[in-house]
Each structure stands twice: as structure tokens, then as C-alpha cells.
């Protein structure tokens, strides 16, 4: 299910004083299985553009085709739309809200009209895909730590089957045992066929997992390439407030200490076995 963005403009409180261009002129393309990272400073114009992805958010000018279709367009529905592209916001608390956490994941599936049955194997599937273990199915979703009220929320998007993951910041304030529970799950969904798009500040976990990357700046579509692409750029990175990779800025400052090392490798895995063939050594097998 390709998404196609055709001149999206989005203006906040058109014709009054406090008028705001969150998007200008935006295009793009994603095709099916694809897993993109959407990154940009803060105020760039990510959360924006998403929530017009599904249409929660209808553009001022421009176009959102899904399948080849407006989804503006005079029948289509927006209630179907969001079954097929799902939409996890940054911060859980806004997204759940039933009593335990298996009638939040089930609250989805049940207003699609599927037998009870149906629902509960979605719920479990979910859970599992996710991480949530079976007892905790029937507490509440408010005694639970952040990371699992994360899981949560994305179980209940995920109870959907949405052909079209969306993830806002599903990482953000989490522990790094926390963050990584979290990314291995939306990686493995990938895995089995779901398209992804992440948003996400950190630059590290978007060169690990994405295979493009989509960079905003002031509302504009400012770089649209590989992470090797768009981070080989380190001076642009940094000049609309971006901080490339840590591995990145480390191949750049062995390169102007003499070391004869690639500059356009964007993680450790990589890194390390180009620093170990400048020493002459033999790169481990890394598991």
C-alpha cells in the first residue's frame, strides 16, 4: 500500500495573527515494506506531517494519495484509512484508556464488528508481537511502567493489522533496556511484512534500523536518502541542528588524525571492522 505526498502545505490558524507554516511544499513516496525515519529539529513540521499521513490533520493545499487514491476524495473512508495506516503517538498515556490492558489492545479489533473470539486472538497476537506478557493482560495499563505502557499502546494499533506502521518518538524517555525491548519489537513487525515510519530524535537508533531516511527542516522536506547518504552530510546535518551519529563524528576525527578510514559509516559494527582493518587486524564475527 504505497503512500504518496504530492505538494502537502499544512498552515496552522490561516488569516489570523498567530498564522504558522508547519509544512511547505512536502513530496514524497513510500512504498510497500519500506522501513523510513522521519528526523528534524524540533518544530520541523514530523508530528504534523504524520498525523496528515492517515488523515487526522487535513492539508491546506496539496495531496495525500493512498493506493493511488486522495483520501480527501468524496467516499473514501477515514475510519477504514486508519485501520490500514496506524498511528502510535509519542507519549502512551494519550492513547489508553480502558480499565485493563487487555480490554484497551481489544478496543480496536471489537469496533471493527469481529466475533469475540476473533478479538481475543488478536489481543494475544498483539501482545506477543510486542513483548507484553500474558499476566499482565488483565491489569491496569496505569500500574505499568513506561516502557510496557508503550508496548501497550503499540499492541493496540498493532491488534488492527494495519498495513502501515507510524511511530512518534516510541523510544523517547525509556531506559536503554527499555528503548532497545522496544525498537527489536517494531524491527521484527517490519520483518514480517509491515511497512514502518518512525519518528525519532536519536540518530543512532535511525541509522540502525532504518533503510531511508526522510530529513524535515522549517516545515520543508530539506534530504531524502540512505542514513549513509543523508549523514555523510555531517556539515548540513549540523547546520539545521542535527547531531549526526556518535560513530560518525569518530570516523571524521580519526580521518583528520591520519588514520586512511571511511568517513561514511554510520554504525558500530561497521566502524569497528574499519578501524580493526586499519590496524591490520582481522574483524571479529559479530553476532
Excluded at 220 to 242: H, Q
Aim: hydrophobic share 40%; glycine share 10%.
Amino acid at each position: 500500500m504505497p503512500i504518496e505526498v504530492r505538494s502537502l502545505t499544512h498552515i496552522y490558524h490561516r488569516g489570523s495573527t498567530s498564522e504558522a507554516v508547519a509544512l511547505k511544499d512536502v513530496s514524497f513516496r513510500i512504498d510497500n515494506g519500506e522501513f523510513v525515519g522521519l528526523i528534524g529539529p524540533t518544530g520541523s513540521g514530523k508530528s504534523t506531517l504524520i498525523q496528515h499521513l492517515n488523515g487526522l490533520l487535513k492539508p491546506t493545499s496539496g495531496e495525500v494519495l493512498v493506493d493511488g487514491q486522495n483520501i480527501w476524495d468524496k467516499g473514501m473512508s477515514l475510519r477504514k484509512l486508519r485501520q490500514r495506516v496506524g498511528l502510535v503517538f509519542q507519549y502512551a498515556e494519550q492513547q489508553v484508556f480502558e480499565e485493563t490492558v487487555r480490554q484497551d489492545i481489544a478496543f480496536g479489533p471489537r469496533n471493527l464488528g469481529l466475533s469475540e473470539r476473533e478479538v481475543m486472538e488478536r489481543v494475544e497476537e498483539a501482545a506477543r508481537m510486542v513483548g507484553l506478557p500474558a499476566d499482565l493482560l488483565d491489569r491496569s495499563p496505569f500500574e505499568l511502567s513506561g516502557g510496557q505502557l508503550r508496548r501497550v499502546a503499540i499492541a493496540g494499533v498493532a491488534a488492527m493489522k494495519p498495513e502501515v506502521l507510524i511511530l512518534d518518538e516510541p523510544a523517547a524517555g525509556l531506559d536503554p533496556r527499555g528503548r532497545d525491548g522496544i525498537l527489536s519489537r517494531i524491527q521484527e513487525m517490519h520483518r514480517g511484512g509491515m511497512t514502518v515510519i518512525l519518528v525519532s530524535h536519536n540518530m543512532e537508533d535511525v541509522a540502525r534500523l532504518c533503510g531511508r531516511l526522510l530529513v524535515l527542516n522549517k516545515g520543508e522536506l530539506v534530504a531524502d536518502g540512505t542514513p549513509r547518504e543523508v549523514f555523510s552530510r555531517n556539515e548540513f546535518v549540523k547546520k539545521i541542528g542535527l547531531r549526526a551519529p556518535d560513530v560518525v563524528n569518530l570516523m571524521e576525527k580519526l580521518r583528520e588524525r591520519g588514520w586512511n578510514v571511511r568517513t561514511d559509516i554510520v554504525n558500530v559494527d561497521e566502524a569497528l571492522k574499519e578501524i580493526l582493518r586499519e590496524l591490520g587486524k582481522e574483524a571479529p564475527v559479530l553476532s
